[in-house]
T-cell receptor, first 113, second 116 residues
């Protein structure tokens, strides 16, 4: 098992550009989470899915952020247009209904200039 | 809403010594789970230990153990025989027992420095 796979590991972009972060959860996990980590706000839950359906997106900061999960093995988090305050590390994590453990990916560090 | 508080922004420990990281939480629920995650400089989030609230016995994983005080809503992590590789940010996290998907609420984290 390769774990939760995120790409890219690092992204540097200019303000106004579209950013797409990708995640492949662990096979068999039916829950997928997107977290954002910043120095000021720590780890915040942005959105999570169950069986590819968004369950709670109350943490998504604003309309510039969107997330999709077209199938059980892939999810994207998109920011359009990006702003410098979006600079953070974005984590994807997956978990199974029957387990009590959340497995995190290595994170995507986003820098918006 | 549940909250998790880690009151120690930073801690230091000498190699081979013992250190305790503090965590308190606020909840009105009786069924929940608590976790400690480690984040080394690689930024990978690694599960260290977990505790089910219904279990009175404190969880232990090798050199890592917890002191779970349910009435006081306290969940501290003890690291024995500290090693240089233990240096990391440590996060305490809470999960409601009603949440089947492991939705976690995190504390602000404690940076642990290990001195040789």
């Amino acid at each position: 098992d390769a774990g939760v796979i995120q790409s890219p590991r690092h992204e540097v972009t200019e303000m106004g550009q579209e950013v797409t972060l990708r995640c492949k959860p662990i096979s068999g996990h039916d829950y997928l989470f997107w977290y954002r980590q910043t120095m000021m706000r720590g780890l915040e839950l942005l959105i999570y899915f169950n069986n590819n359906v968004p369950i709670d997106d109350s943490g998504m900061p604003e309309d510039r952020f969107s997330a999709k999960m077209p199938n059980a093995s892939f999810s994207t988090l998109k920011i359009q247009p990006s702003e410098p305050r979006d600079s953070a590390v974005y984590f994807c994590a997956s978990g199974g209904s029957g387990a009590n453990v959340l497995t995190f990916g290595a994170g995507s560090r986003l820098t918006v200039l | 809403a549940q909250t998790v508080t880690q009151s120690q922004p930073e801690m230091s420990v000498q190699e081979a010594e013992t250190v305790t990281l503090s965590c308190t939480y606020d909840t009105s629920e009786s069924d929940y789970y608590l976790f400690w995650y480690k984040q080394p400089p690689s930024r990978q989030m690694i599960l260290v230990i977990r505790q089910e609230a219904y279990k009175q016995q404190n969880a232990t994983e090798n050199r890592f153990s917890v002191n779970f005080q349910k009435a006081a809503k306290s969940f501290s992590l003890k690291i024995s025989d500290s090693q240089l590789g233990d240096a990391a940010m440590y996060f305490c996290a809470y999960r409601s027992g009603r949440e089947y998907g492991n939705k976690l609420v995190f504390g602000a984290g404690t940076i642990l420095r290990v001195k040789s």
